[in-house]
């Protein structure tokens, strides 16, 4: 069953609005559950919604962030998970530390380097 563009929209609005469900839709205007996904997927790109109300996920650049010491403006305008995280890179990096080396790089490109020239089996 095809449906013109306003139809879409209308039906994707709906569902977005809460108006009526996924199953509901699929019900009445005799659509798959990922043609229904897709209408509202369509009329939030058409209305400049935001798709995914995700958290973004910890990225391997967030070791070379942390090597530079932000300011206090930049941790006041981080949100709790960016603390979090900040936080646990900060300690990971002072236990190396104390452990005597350091990591530079994340991921495949990760460098140790020692920061005394001491044997480390003494």
């Known amino acids: 069953m095809k449906h013109s563009l306003e139809e879409r929209m209308d039906i994707g609005r709906r569902m977005y609005l809460h108006e009526i469900t996924y199953k509901e839709a699929m019900e009445i205007y005799g659509l798959?559950?990922?043609c229904a996904h897709k209408y509202m997927t369509d009329y939030k790109k058409a209305q400049g919604i935001p798709l995914a109300n995700t958290v973004p996920k910890?990225?391997?650049?967030?070791?070379l962030k942390s090597l530079s010491s932000p300011d206090i403006d930049t941790?006041?305008?981080m949100s709790k998970e960016e603390?979090?995280?900040e936080l646990i890179i900060a300690k990971a990096n002072e236990l190396r530390a104390k452990k005597g080396?350091?990591?530079k790089g994340a991921g495949a490109n990760k460098e140790y380097s020692i920061l005394n020239n001491k044997n480390t089996k003494s």
Do not use: R
């Not at 910890?58 to 070791?63: D, E, G, L, R, Y």
């Open 83 to 85: 603390l979090i995280n």
């Open 58 to 63: 910890m990225k391997n650049s967030a070791v």
């Open 75 to 77: 941790y006041m305008a």
């Open 101 to 103: 080396y350091e990591v």
């Open 32 to 34: 798959s559950e990922s």
